[in-house]
């Protein structure tokens, strides 16, 4: 066991009862998340925004540059990932559903989101189809990404 699992037991049964202590099974240290760890949350966050816009042939495509910003803005040191959900829904998914109201995105078509620093916003466009994403939402996680998070 760790030397920090260990620490964090022996402070557990310094604050808890012994009744309450007794019901843990094992103690869990997490580690903080990086950098990396929050863009690759932020990929899968999106995707399931890309799942519902592709059950209504929509197609999404987030750049590299938003992916990033997504990941920076959606961090909290003290929640973690946490507010990246609410941020994803402010963000990306209520622009984008005003826009499919207005009809400016119709079935067919592939939404580009990107980022624009001088303006501090996320920017919509429509993506010419034979264009290559920087990074398509679309595109499966592989198994590899998953492992160079550990």
């Known amino acids: ?4 699992n260990l620490i964090t037991v022996r402070q557990a049964k310094d604050f808890f009862r012994p009744e309450l202590v007794n019901r843990f099974d094992e103690v869990v240290v997490f580690e903080p998340l990086t950098e990396e760890n929050m863009v690759f949350i932020s990929k899968l966050a999106v995707e399931a925004t890309a799942k519902m816009l592709k059950d209504q042939n929509i197609g999404m495509e987030l750049s590299e540059t938003a992916q990033k910003q997504l ?7 003290v929640y973690g990932a946490r507010p990246l ?11 984008i559903s005003v826009l499919l109201i207005n009809k400016t995105f119709v079935a067919g078509d592939t ?3 990107d980022y624009d620093s001088a303006g ?3 920017t919509f466009t429509k993506s010419a189809a034979a264009t ?10 592989q198994p590899t990404e998953i492992a160079n998070l550990s």
């Open 1 to 4: 066991m760790p030397i920090v």
């Open 71 to 77: 990941a920076h803005e959606g961090y909290d040191p």
């Open 85 to 95: 959900r609410r941020l994803i829904q402010k963000s990306i998914e209520n622009p």
């Open 111 to 113: 939404i580009m989101v």
């Open 120 to 122: 501090d916003k996320f």
């Open 132 to 141: 290559t994403p920087v990074n398509s939402i679309n595109t499966p996680i």
